[in-house]
Structure formats: structure tokens, C-alpha cells
């Protein structure tokens, strides 16, 4: 950090000037007004504090902060003024009792050293954000250039191996954009790839750790972030950036321009961006992303202005996927099934694109000086699509009857390279191979070595020939689509109703039209595909009409073919609409700040089939289900107590519940309108969250550290699943829905960091997380099935109690450590690097091997040759091993004339470390017996799949600020 002094003979005439200023004040007191040094905008939340006091105040809106009606310590004494992001000023003062000193306009210099780290934060996390999968934490807070120690740490260094801040997933972290939340309904997550590129106009953001205090909403566990994409609120000028990389892109260019506030009130922004690769880290990742950003802001008068903001960010990813060992063993951590050569291009058979467009108008109005109310409305459409394979076509043949046969499709047209059918092992499973079954497995082995992709040109020359046969597609490409519509606004307001009291307050409301259905892309070079359900077919004990009649995605619609563009499979709406309040008062007093906010929402769900499903006909899967309510509130407390200007301790607790996501309130909406609770035969309740943490924290000139210890509980809660098994009991193989409701979990632990700033230039740091996240009880479990798994009971089984009390949660390292150097020189170049520790991850585990089916056989009785001392030992809970990442960043910026260039670097991994960032047991060999069989073979021909952590990386990025 930077500060700027005065030397003696300008303290001298400053103290006389400030004196003069004072001669007439009728009481003790100190203002000023903060503006940037280059484009004289006005500076707000500008932290003024006196050195060594607990006195501090924050600039307003015009940049004008006063310590009126405060009581200030007399005589000489330092002002610091510091905002994130500029050079912190110190000024030696003297305040004479009974007088004003008013020290008019002061200049604040940007700060490029923390531009660079800023750059480098935003940079690194582009990996994270854009992952969907399970495992992945999106540092949503963390973007910021944040000063605190472990949050750094946890920004730079450990989101790469999937690390969850406390053990807890996104969805319980809020991200708001001009006040607006941007978590989703379906899944309670914010969709970063909405605003993904942007990333110069993402600086100005307001972050509140976990379940402290914050001022647009009452939050959630993880905390919330506030990305402020006001016109006005961006630094005057312009900036270009390129970056290459071979993590998830291959090259990035951003263009950004500021005008700042002109005479006439007006203020713009504009901001592009392009993204780029045809392969990331991972083999066949394709990457395609281009990115738009306006912002317009019109000052009315001195109290009212009004801001106009849109971005739009359509991208395009191909998606890798979890292997098993026996894969990796072959084929390394950079190896994807999912693509393969067409035309001698590559092509990626799962693919996720986002096209979501976002506007919004905010309106704010200065009330007065300590009171602002913020309006908002934002408007989103778009499309969010996952595209596969599809290989069940089939044709239809007509008896002479009329009877009707479906001929094709199935399991054995199945295109995965790594199918258990292609690997080694599954020619091996048999306890004693014969020489032809080593043969075999050799060859797979070599096929896989020299291989292993995906054989487009099989799936064209397969549908080719049927065309010319007058059959239907065996293979199309289809795409899972979600195409939204969401209207939201709020206000907001924040109030300070005298120097020890602020008043915080929201209402919002949310409405969601949500389109749920496949549709075909590509055919292949097939004519069609016969849209039904081919596994229907081989149900037992069904008249040749009641299986056409279940095989159908549409009843209304019978043995239809479809092409490109058409909807198939499966077709409903959601409808959800939520409305929520926020109160709170923060209150400051001599020694002591606290808080006390509340909330209530109510939050409502209905589905809308748009196709009657062969497997649920009428109004089991057409037309409106029940409309689902929930009815929520929540309360939070917190205080921090100052020892002295160096020690602060910080206490604070929440209890709150919140609505289960869509995804885990309809069983299975693809196909029904069947509620969970509908199949419980009771009410689905709302998550039941409390939490509680304790900080000590420590501040002085070479030394900032935080320890902070937390507990959390998270009860009643729903998950559901979707998995192939054959490990039931009693029935035959079969895709089917996992349901576990009444899910409790606990997650205890400790964060602590350390920074030490030996030299002006040379500083230490170090920070660890250690943390125990498992299951606190053994919740219910259900399956679904539409195969006919479960034909006598009309596809629903319950399994009793899940006996998961005790497992890890899975979902990242729980325990890390990271011991750093970096140096900064005043010259604007710095550098560092950090060795960083990772340990205690574990395997997601199967809640069904849990269940008494593990043991049990088909009569319901235990197996006649079960062993509970070997049955431990198949249900013990994988951890994964510990390993050590070390990276180095560094950078450099020149100013020349009115130009700024410079540069950021890192490598990560640099020992090009192999690690495992998370994985799943599958559930298709989950009873005693199949898990016994596997268990003994050298490779599992089911074994767990896993994601394995990029190996050593790099990323270089240049920049023109102008």
C-alpha cells in the first residue's frame, strides 16, 4: 500500500490555513469533499477515518463526508482517507475545539498495483464461474480485490480445486446487480455466463461476508455481492485488454470505455468483449463467447438520477465429463469422450450454450443527504441449451392387423467411447477370463489409447443407410432447453436517521415463465426420428396397445416424427413468482456496532404440461398441476465490539428458512406433475437454517490477520437425483429418480489469515480453512421410475431411512493451507508466489447403497451369505489424497503521458500436480452382492467417476488504459 504525506513546511501552512477556516464554527468539527485525481468525479464510500480511533465516516453520494454531530479527539491527529482501489492519503491535522475544519476538495490517485491484482482475481476465476457442474463454487464475493487475507486466498488460490468457503455450495450466496438478485429459481445459483467477459465494468462491487450486515437484502450464508453497473460510478476514460491462456479459453479481447459525468448530467458506458478457443485445458472444451455492455445514467437535478443498463453475453462451451480410474490410468486428465472428428473438424456432442439478455432501468433519489431510495426493474429472456446424443430411434411396423411393433434403438446403439461395454475391464469381469476375453480386453485397451473419441461418421453412415432403406433416424442431436422469461424490481432504501442509527429496507418481487423441452438440432443425415420411449416396449405383462400407449412422449400426438426444430420427448412451463421484505437497523455506538435485520418471502411453484406423457396420461402429466406455496421469514443479529484501534471481536447469529429450488419440488417434471410432496403424502417443508460465527479481528500498520470459527446447520432439506441401477431388490434394471427429503447437514469449522508487511515492499502471508461438513441424521428415501422398475406399485418405492449420519458432504478440499510471498515495488511491478495445501475430500456417495436394500434379496430378507463387517468396509466413504499446488503471479504498469500499459502472468500448478477435485460413486452395482463382485476385480467395470484439477497453466494478460 501507497501513502502520501505532507512534508513539514506544508503541515505547518495547512495547520494555519485549517485554523483560519475554523475561526467562526460554533462547534468541533471536520469535512471535506474526495474526488479522483484524473476525472474529478466525486468519490463515494470513501472510507475517513482518525487514526487510532474508532471515528470513521464514509463519503456520500457527492463525495462529501463530515463528522458532524461526532466526537472528535482534540489536537494533532492523522485523517486517513482509503477506498478500494486508490493510493490511501494521511493527513496530520490539528482539531481545535469549538471549531470546523474544513478541508474542501482532496484528490484520491487510482491505484494500478491493486488494478493489476484485481485483473489477476477476475482473470483466474473465469474457470470457476463458468463450470455448472455439482462440485463447482463460483467466488461470487470474491471477485472484488478484497483486503481480507483468506478470501484472497480462497479467490486466487483455492477455487481451482473446487474449494467451498465454509463447505457450502453457491446457491447460498446472493449476487445482486444494481440491487437486483440474479440467483435463479431452478437451483438457487446465480448463471455468471450471463454476465460472463464483462469483466471491467464488474470492479465496483459491495460485498458482505457471510451473515454479517448488508444493505440491499438480507442475504444468505455465503454472503452477497452487489455488482454495481452504474454509468456514473466508472472511472472517465478507456481500456484495452488481450489475454491468452490455455485454462478455459484460448485468447480474450475486451474494449471498455468510460465518458464519466458530463456538464450536462449525462454519464455512459460501453464495454465488448470476445472469448475464444477451439480447446481449453480439457481435450475438445470448445469455447465461444461474445459479450455486450451499455450502461446510460441521466443526473435530474441534485437528488434524482436515472440509470439505463443492458448486457448480453451469448456463449458457447463444450462440455467434459467425470471418468472412472480405469480411464484415467489410460488416457490422463486432459482426456474427454464427448467429441470426436467430423469432416476433420472437431465436434463436441455435448455442448451448453447461454443466451440470456439482461436490461434494466434503476432510478435513485437522494432524499437527502443521509437517505437514499433506489427503485429497480430488470427485464431477462433468453435460452439456456445442452445438447447429446439421443440413440433410441426406432421405426414402426404395422401388422396385418393393425398391431403395432417398434424395431431398433435401444441399449446396444449406445455411442459413449468409454461405455463399461468398451472398456478392458468389462471383458475381464468374469473370475476366470479365457484367452479370447484377454484378447479382447487388450484390444479395447489399444482402442482406447489410440482413440477413445467419439465415431461421428458411424452415426451418419448408420442413418444414411436407414434413409435409403425408407427407416428413421437410429441417431439425432438434441438439445435439453430452458427459455425464460423473468420480470423483477424492488426498492430499496437506506436511511441514517441520526449519527448512531441506519435504517435498511427492501421490498422486491419476482416472476418467472420458464419453457422446459428437447428439440431436435441435427438428424444425422437421417429423414426423422419416431418420437417415443423405447425402453417402454420391454415391460412385462402388457397388452401389445398399453405398451404403444406408455411408449408415447405425447398421447395427443401418437408415433410422431419429428426434425430439426421440433419439440420431442418432453414440453411444460413452470410458472413461479416470489415476493420478499428486508428490514434493518445497524447501530453505533462508542466501543459497540451491531445489527438486527428480518425478512419474509412468500414463494410460489406450478407446473404446465404441454405434453400428456404415455407413462402419466390425463392430468398426471397435462395441463396445471397444484399450485405449491411457501411461506418463509428469517432474523439476524450481530455485533462487533472494539477492544482498542487494533482489536475487534465480532459476534453474530442468523435463523432463517428459504423455499426448496423447482428442481427439488417436482419429482419429476419432465414427465408429470407429481409434487414431492404429493409422493410423501405431506407437505413439503422449507429449508431450516441457523448459523453462527465468532471473529477475532486484528489490525495495525505490518499486521492484518482474521480468525473466525462458525457453525452451521442446515435441516429439512430436499435433493433429487436421476441415476440407471441394477441393484434393486425384487425388480428389473431401470432409470429411475432418487428422492431424499428431510435432509439435515452440519458444517463445523475455522478460517484464519495472516498478512505481515516486513518492508514497504516485501510482505508474508498465510491463511487455512478447516472445516467438518457431514450429514446430521439419516433423511428418507424414495425412488420414481417410468420404466416400469417398480410396475406393481405405480413407480414409486419407498426405501425407508438413508443411513448417511456421519458421511462427509461432499464438494472440495475441507482442510486448506496456503503460506505466501509477494513484493510489490514502488515502480508498479510486483510478484508472488504461494504454496497451497489441500486435504479431507471426499467421494459424493450413493444415498440408495445406504438404504436396506444393500442387503437385502428378492424375497426381502437379508442375503444368506451378507457379512456386516465386509459391508462397512464397501460402504466406507472414499477420501481422496492430499496435494500440495504451487503458483506464481507477477506484473508490471507504465505510465506514459495519459497511457497506462501493462501486463498480469500466472502459473498455476507448476509441479503439474495430479489431484482429483471431486467425483460420485455410481449407484448401478448398489447392494452387497454386485458391490462385492466389483470390489474383488483388479478394475471395477463400475467403478466411481471423478473430475481431476488442471495440470500446470498458464495466463498472460496486456492492457492500455487511456
Not at 431452478?186 to 450486515?213: A, H, K, M, T, Y
Not at 479481447?253 to 464519466?260: A, C, E, K, Q, R
Not at 480410474?325 to 465436434?347: A, Q, T
Request: proline share 2%.
Amino acid at each position: 500500500m501507497n501513502y502520501t504525506l505532507f512534508d513539514s513546511k506544508y503541515n505547518i501552512l495547512l495547520v494555519f490555513f485549517c485554523s483560519i477556516l475554523g475561526i467562526h464554527a460554533q462547534q468541533t468539527g471536520l469535512k471535506g469533499k474526495v474526488i479522483d485525481a484524473i476525472s474529478g468525479v466525486n468519490l463515494e464510500k470513501v472510507t475517513a477515518s482518525i487514526k487510532e480511533t474508532k471515528v470513521t465516516v464514509l463519503t456520500n453520494s457527492f463525495g462529501e463526508f463530515d463528522f458532524r454531530n461526532t466526537m472528535l479527539p482534540i489536537g494533532e491527529q492523522v485523517l486517513i482517507l482509503s477506498k478500494q482501489g486508490y493510493i490511501t492519503k494521511r493527513f496530520p491535522i490539528i482539531i481545535n475545539e469549538g471549531n470546523v475544519l474544513n478541508l474542501k476538495k482532496i484528490d484520491l490517485q487510482f491505484d494500478f498495483n491493486t488494478e493489476q491484482q484485481h485483473i489477476g482475481t477476475i482473470s483466474l476465476s473465469d474457470h470457476e464461474l463458468d463450470e455448472d457442474n455439482d462440485v463447482s463454487f463460483s467466488v461470487s464475493g470474491l471477485l472484488q480485490s478484497t483486503r481480507d487475507v483468506f478470501l484472497t486466498a480462497a479467490a486466487f488460490d483455492f477455487s481451482s480445486t473446487f474449494f467451498r468457503p465454509r463447505g457450502l455450495g453457491n446457491e447460498n450466496g446472493k449476487v445482486l446487480i444494481n440491487g437486483i438478485e440474479m440467483n435463479k429459481f431452478s437451483n438457487g445459483r446465480p448463471q455468471w455466463s450471463n454476465w460472463g467477459g464483462l469483466n471491467d465494468v464488474q470492479r465496483n462491487q459491495e460485498f458482505s461476508l457471510g451473515i454479517s450486515e448488508n444493505d440491499y437484502t438480507f442475504g444468505d450464508l455465503l454472503g452477497t455481492s452487489n455488482i454495481i453497473m452504474r454509468a456514473s460510478k466508472y472511472r472517465k476514460g478507456g481500456k484495452i485488454s488481450y489475454a491468452i491462456s490455455n485454462r478455459s479459453y484460448q485468447g480474450r479481447v475486451i474494449g471498455t470505455y468510460n465518458s464519466g459525468i458530463t456538464a450536462k448530467g449525462w454519464a455512459f458506458s460501453v464495454s465488448v468483449a470476445r472469448r475464444y478457443g477451439k480447446e481449453g485445458f480439457v481435450e475438445g472444451t470448445l469455447y465461444d463467447s461474445n459479450s455486450f455492455f451499455v450502461s446510460i445514467e441521466k443526473k435530474l437535478g441534485r437528488k434524482h438520477s436515472l440509470n439505463l443498463t443492458g448486457f448480453y453475453t451469448p456463449n458457447r462451451r463444450g462440455r467434459s465429463t467425470a471418468i472412472t480410474n480405469e480411464v484415467f490410468n489410460l488416457k490422463g486428465n486432459k482426456y474427454n469422450p464427448n467429441w470426436g472428428y467430423l469432416d476433420g473438424k472437431i465436434r463436441n456432442s455435448r455442448e451448453r450454450k447461454i443466451e440470456e439478455p439482461v436490461f434494466m432501468i434503476n432510478h435513485y433519489w437522494n432524499i437527502s443527504k443521509n437517505s437514499l431510495l433506489q427503485t429497480n426493474i430488470a427485464f431477462q429472456a433468453g435460452k439456456i441449451a445442452n445438447s447429446r446424443i439421443d440413440n433410441g430411434g426406432s421405426d414402426l411396423i404395422l401388422g396385418p392387423n393393425g398391431q403395432q411393433t417398434y424395431i431398433g434403438g435401444g441399449r446396444s446403439a449406445d455411442t459413449n467411447p468409454v461405455h463399461p461395454d468398451n472398456m478392458p475391464s468389462s471383458f475381464l469381469e468374469n473370475p476366470n477370463p479365457t484367452p479370447l476375453d484377454y484378447q479382447n480386453a487388450f484390444l479395447a485397451q489399444q482402442n482406447l489409447i489410440n482413440d477413445g473419441q467419439l465415431n461421428w461418421d458411424d452415426l451418419l453412415q448408420t442413418n444414411q443407410q436407414n434413409a435409403q432403406k425408407g427407416n428413421n433416424s437410429t441417431y439425432i442431436l438434441y438439445e435439453d432447453r430452458t427459455d425464460d422469461t423473468q420480470l423483477s424490481g424492488n426498492m430499496i432504501l437506506n436511511s441514517q436517521l441520526n449519527k448512531h442509527i441506519t435504517l435498511n429496507a427492501a421490498i422486491g418481487y419476482k416472476n418467472l415463465k420458464s419453457q422446459n423441452f428437447a428439440e431436435v438440432t441435427d438428424l444425422l443425415g437421417g429423414t426423422g426420428f419416431l418420437d417415443i420411449d423405447v425402453f417402454a416396449l420391454s415391460s412385462i405383462g402388457s397388452t401389445p396397445s398399453e405398451l404403444s400407449n406408455r411408449a408415447q412422449s405425447d398421447l395427443r400426438n401418437s408415433n410422431r416424427i419429428v426434425g430439426v426444430g421440433d419439440r420431442y420427448d418432453y414440453n411444460y412451463e413452470i410458472e413461479a413468482s416470489a415476493i420478499k421484505g428486508f428490514l434493518q437497523g445497524q447501530f453505533k455506538l462508542k466501543r459497540v456496532n451491531f445489527f438486527l435485520g428480518g425478512t419474509f418471502s412468500q414463494t410460489s411453484y406450478q407446473r404446465n404440461g404441454l405434453f400428456e406423457n404415455g407413462y402419466f396420461p390425463g392430468n398426471a402429466s397435462y395441463g396445471k398441476s397444484e399450485a405449491l406455496n411457501f411461506m418463509n421469514y428469517g432474523i439476524k443479529a450481530g455485533t462487533t465490539f472494539t477492544v482498542n484501534g487494533h482489536h475487534f471481536i465480532k459476534l453474530q447469529g442468523a435463523y432463517f428458512n428459504k423455499a426448496p429450488t423447482i428442481r427439488n419440488t417436482f419429482a419429476n417434471a419432465r414427465q408429470n406433475n407429481s409434487t414431492v410432496a404429493q409422493l410423501l403424502g405431506e407437505a413439503q417443508e422449507s429449508e431450516k437454517i441457523q448459523s453462527v460465527d465468532g471473529s477475532y479481528i486484528f489490525r495495525s500498520s505490518k499486521i492484518k490477520a482474521r480468525l473466525t470459527g462458525y457453525y452451521t446447520k442446515v435441516m429439512d432439506a430436499t435433493n433429487i437425483s436421476f441415476f440407471f441401477t441394477e441393484a434393486i431388490s425384487g425388480s428389473d434394471v431401470g432409470f429411475v429418480q432418487e428422492i431424499l427429503t428431510d435432509i439435515d447437514k452440519r458444517y463445523i469449522g475455522g478460517e484464519f489469515g495472516i498478512e505481515y508487511q516486513i518492508t514497504p515492499t516485501i510482505k508474508i502471508k498465510g491463511a487455512a480453512a478447516v472445516g467438518s461438513f457431514v450429514y446430521d441424521n439419516d433423511p428418507d428415501l424414495v425412488l420414481t421410475s417410468t420404466s416400469e422398475v417398480f410396475s406393481d406399485i405405480q413407480g414409486v418405492r419407498s426405501f425407508g431411512k438413508s443411513a448417511l449420519e456421519g458421511y462427509h458432504i461432499s464438494g472440495g478440499p475441507q482442510r486448506a493451507g496456503q503460506l505466501g510471498l509477494e513484493y510489490r515495488d514502488p515502480d508498479f511491478w510486483w510478484f508472488g508466489a504461494t504454496t497451497n495445501y489441500f486435504s479431507n475430500a471426499y467421494i459424493n456417495i450413493s444415498p440408495f447403497a445406504r438404504t436396506t436394500n444393500f442387503y437385502q434379496d428378492t424375497d426381502g430378507l437379508p442375503f444368506n451369505d451378507y457379512d456386516e463387517n465386509i459391508a462397512k468396509h464397501l460402504l466406507q466413504q472414499e477420501q481422496f489424497k492430499d496435494y500440495f499446488l504451487v503458483n506464481a503471479i507477477g506484473g508490471k504498469s507504465w505510465r506514459i503521458k495519459k497511457y497506462y500499459i501493462g501486463f498480469f502472468a500466472s502459473i498455476s500448478n507448476i509441479l503439474d500436480q495430479k489431484y482429483k477435485t471431486g467425483g460420485f460413486e455410481q449407484a448401478r452395482s448398489a447392494n452387497y452382492r454386485l458391490a462385492l463382485e466389483e470390489s474383488q476385480r483388479d478394475t471395477p467395470v463400475f467403478g466411481s467417476k471423478y473430475f481431476y484439477g488442471f495440470g500446470t497453466s498458464y495466463y498472460l494478460n496486456v492492457y492500455v488504459r487511456f
